[in-house]
């Protein structure tokens, strides 16, 4: 798989604090990795921390798929990527694919199910326009590269 047309979300470094007791990157690590490339994929299109602050509205993520496929040791060098899968009116389907720079290899993936939320009733609500507007962007970019997403299968948005 060629990420190379899919946004680069992160890069990191796998640290001595990230290693379990089997001396590979422990797996509460992989989510925090992925958890940072989320936020900063909202980031790049202004859904992040200041429209979560002051929009009165959020994301809440919904459910996640974290498959690991290779191990991770002390200094290797990570990069994620990001694919937009689907979305409708309130929900948004997207997976992260993280691999170790040295030689390209996917490490894990995490495909995510999240939900655009009103802060107030703590509740699914519509997303705006230009948040809808730059998924589809995505999707129809996405839609376009020559090899599937490996999914779980678990996650699906109704239209």
Not at 4 to 25: C, G, I, N
Not at 81 to 102: C, E, P, S
Request: include cysteine.
């Amino acid at each position: 798989m060629d990420f190379s047309s899919l946004p680069l979300t992160l890069e990191a470094t796998v640290e001595a604090k990230h290693l379990d007791q089997l001396d590979h990157m422990n797996v509460m690590w992989y989510m925090h990795f992925f958890d940072a490339a989320t936020w900063n994929w909202y980031e790049s299109f202004d859904f992040g921390k200041d429209y979560h602050a002051h929009s009165g509205f959020g994301s809440f993520a919904l459910e996640s798929h974290i498959r690991y496929i290779a191990e991770l040791r002390v200094g290797e060098q990570v990069k994620l990527h990001t694919r937009m899968l689907g979305r409708n009116a309130k929900l948004f389907h997207y997976i992260h694919f993280m691999q170790r720079a040295r030689d390209g290899e996917l490490s894990a993936t995490c495909e995510l199910l999240g939900v655009h939320v009103d802060m107030a009733t703590r509740r699914s609500a519509p997303m705006p326009e230009r948040i809808g507007a730059h998924f589809d962007k995505l999707l129809a970019a996405h839609s376009q590269l020559e090899w599937e997403a490996p999914l779980s299968g678990s996650i699906r948005i109704q239209q």
